[in-house]
């Protein structure tokens, strides 16, 4: 009887803490991209951010289905989605691409970043209504990110667009209706 109650509230505490590992986990392979364009390992970057997008896609899938929806899981998912989704594909594609532009391609970079900041800071004070308000950061950097394979068709220029029109969709306010 003792070992049945053990395994049980095991078996319960690791449901109400799956959520939130999984999220650790995005927030894991997002820090792992940022070290792997540190050291030009640009394709274990790319593939990282993709299985931080993965875990994204999940960690509030299952906080749901275990009903273990918190206020520190909407932060800490908050924070991990910062990292894995503003800081790895902005450092990335600046390393890749917008480094050759000097002061004007970090002023672009660091705009994408705070404009992802602003608009998860925005998602955590309102009210889920079943829409996003602006881009998702985390479209934003899947689209940042996948734009690593186009960089020998695209001219180097194409990313000084892309980085502020991905900046400005993330914290404009057209309504976006959630998947």
Excluded: W
């Excluded at 395994?7 to 940022?34: P, Q, R």
């Amino acid at each position: 009887m003792f070992l049945l109650h053990m395994v049980d509230t095991t078996v319960k505490k690791m449901k109400s803490h799956l959520a939130n590992l999984i999220t650790i986990g995005n927030l894991s392979f997002g820090g792992a991209s940022i070290m792997a364009t540190i050291n030009e390992s640009y394709e274990y970057s790319v593939l990282f951010i993709f299985i931080a997008a993965l875990l994204d896609r999940y960690d509030g899938k299952v906080a749901r289905k275990y009903n273990q929806e918190s206020a520190l899981g909407k932060q800490l998912d908050s924070m991990s989605d910062i990292i894995s989704f503003g800081v790895a594909p902005a450092l990335l594609m600046y390393e890749v691409v917008l480094s050759q532009f000097g002061t004007v391609g970090m002023v672009v970079t660091v705009m994408y970043m705070a404009c992802g900041a602003f608009r998860l800071a925005r998602f955590n004070i309102t009210e889920s209504n079943g829409f996003f308000t602006g881009l998702p950061i985390t479209a934003a950097g899947a689209i940042l990110t996948a734009s690593f394979f186009f960089i020998s068709i695209l001219s180097t220029v194409f990313y000084m667009f892309l980085f502020p029109i991905l900046s400005i969709l993330m914290i404009s306010t057209f309504s976006l209706k959630k998947v």
